[in-house]
């Protein structure tokens, strides 16, 4: 890499000790002026969303994510009022939790116990682990964020006699997720069962009038936080579904907000060089052909980023993940996200990436402060931050050297700033990329096929209980299908006996047989 294309690609922004630097994408001759015009219309989308257009034409909303961090930008009196008494609202919140004027039936809250999915867990996550402080935060975090009994029960034993001092946030934006409806249940089960009221213990982040903001009010939970329709799952960190965790743990949620808002002036840049966001989704662009032809490895070579592949994973892939284009053309665009952490995954995937199918490019996440105080040397002079970045520099050499192309951020150390900033800047360069390949990147109209066909599965398992309880002699999968006249779903039914009778208390026997075709099942 030679030093004038490292200067010429390297876009350093000294006030927020933050560097993008994307001399290592290969950009070909005329990319940049190709791209001039599709670029500049994505800037002035971004202009007219900020200012309140319908940019979700599919549910005929505003997408507001960039208010939430600078209430002044709302569209009117009303919702910039909102943002602000809302933040207000969470930070009294908090600091009525930790003085002990909102409490649990057993003294002070200590735990706090997240309850939500995607959009509504993978933020509160990445935030947690970025930064918290096991220890020393004003809370302790757990999560529900699945339907796994098994799951609940890890996460129950932990806490376990302490249920009176932890206070329970359920987040559904829509109110109506069953994964989160079940881990509410299953908390309200383990609370009654330790002799305590859970509407005591609970807080809702939810939408206004949503099934469960009704439960809250009826059942009486301490508070409720408001979700905005304008405000998508995947870009509410810095709404109420990130700020009420993050507030409770006792982070810095102005530090967040104001990252952010950092972020958010350096990304309305109109001269696209020297916009960060831009040229992220501008590499993007020529990394994957515009077709999302390359996954993106994300790598952050430290361990409170670990969680932002994850975060970002739904971020990028249900903004851009989709079938349609604006004009109603089928596109099915995309861009694949994974990734852990360096070093360690160094010893796990990087061979790979180095030697084997050129389908990714990698995203180097470096902190160059490597901890509070200083390190011991582990060898020679070197500390074990050294040999972090070493290992960060060489990697990123070793897959250039065979045609990998890869981008590096730089942030000094992990703050609520950075972490507001980084947010802000790929929920940015998301929202210019879904305009560079013509996308809705504010719905997600394929998740709902998944949930709908689950529901349908518990349809077919209704009827599976209800033919076995009348039938005189045990069934194959093949009878019962038959008898439920869906002959065409005898695979479903299949797999539905075989876990049913997998769990003794569900009520199956099951009579088994070499050939699956003679396997019976009968209501024991
Ligand atoms: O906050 P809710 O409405 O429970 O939704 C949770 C998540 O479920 C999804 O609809 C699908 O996973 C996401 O878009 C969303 O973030």
């Known amino acids: 890499m030679s030093w004038d294309r490292f200067k010429e690609f390297y876009l350093p922004f000294e006030s927020i000790d933050f560097a993008l630097d994307v001399s290592r994408v290969d950009f070909s001759d005329g990319f940049f002026e190709e791209m001039q015009p599709k670029i500049s219309a994505a800037m002035t989308a971004m202009d007219e969303l900020e200012a309140g257009a319908i940019a979700n034409p599919d549910e005929g909303r505003m997408v507001g994510h960039y208010w939430l961090r600078n209430a002044a930008l709302a569209p009117d009196a009303t919702t910039s009022k909102e943002i602000t008494d809302t933040v207000a609202r969470i930070k009294d919140l908090a600091e009525k939790v930790h003085s002990g004027v909102i409490k649990g039936a057993s003294g002070s809250f200590k735990n706090l116990l997240c309850i939500g999915i995607g959009g509504s867990a993978l933020g509160p996550q990445f935030v947690a682990q970025a930064l918290g402080n096991p220890g020393k ?290 929920e940015r360069a998301v929202g210019f990329y879904g305009s560079l390949v013509n996308v809705n990147a504010y719905h997600q109209p394929g998740v709902e096929a998944g949930k709908k066909a689950a529901a349908g599965t518990l349809e077919i398992r209704k009827g599976i209980l209800s033919t076995l309880a009348g039938a005189a002699n045990a069934m194959t999968a093949e009878e019962i299908a038959a008898a439920l006249n869906i002959s065409e779903n005898t695979e479903t039914v299949f797999k539905i006996c075989e876990n049913l009778a997998a769990n003794p208390q569900k009520g199956v026997t099951r009579s088994p047989s070499i050939d699956i075709s003679g396997i019976k099942y009968s209501a024991s």
Do not use: C
């Open 137 to 426: 935060d004003a809370l302790r975090i757990f999560f529900f964020d699945n339907t796994d009994p098994d799951g609940f029960d890890i996460v129950l034993k932990q806490l376990e006699g302490q249920l009176g001092e932890t206070l329970a946030v359920v987040t559904s934006k829509s109110g109506g997720t069953p994964e989160t409806r079940n881990g509410m249940v299953e908390a309200e089960h383990a609370w009654k069962a330790a002799g305590l009221s859970f509407a005591q213990h609970a807080i809702a982040v939810t939408g206004d009038g949503s099934k469960m903001d009704k439960h809250a009010i009826a059942e009486g939970w301490i508070d409720r936080f408001p979700m905005w329709d304008w405000v998508g799952g995947r870009t509410s960190e810095l709404a109420p579904v990130g700020l009420v965790p993050a507030a409770l743990m006792g982070i810095d949620i102005d530090g967040m907000l104001d990252g952010a808002k950092t972020m958010d002036e350096l990304t309305r840049e109109k001269d696209f060089k020297k916009n960060p966001a831009a040229m992220l989704s501008l590499s993007w662009y020529f990394l994957t052909g515009g077709k999302g032809e390359k996954d993106m490895v994300i790598l952050p070579y430290k361990e409170r980023l670990a969680l932002f592949s994850k975060y970002l994973q739904q971020l990028v892939m249900e903004s851009l993940g989709k079938e349609l284009d604006l004009d109603g053309k089928v596109v099915n665009q995309g861009i694949a996200v994974y990734g852990n952490k360096g070093s360690t995954d160094q010893h796990a995937y990087v061979q790979q990436l180095r030697d084997g199918v050129l389908n990714f490019y990698a995203t180097f996440l470096e902190v160059k402060r490597e901890r509070d105080g200083a390190s011991p040397a582990v060898e020679d002079d070197f500390t074990a931050g050294d040999f972090l970045q070493g290992l960060m520099l060489g990697t990123r050499d070793a897959l250039y050297e065979k045609g990998r192309n890869s981008i590096t951020i730089t942030v000094d150390s992990v703050t609520p700033q950075v972490v507001g900033m980084l947010i802000a800047l790929y």
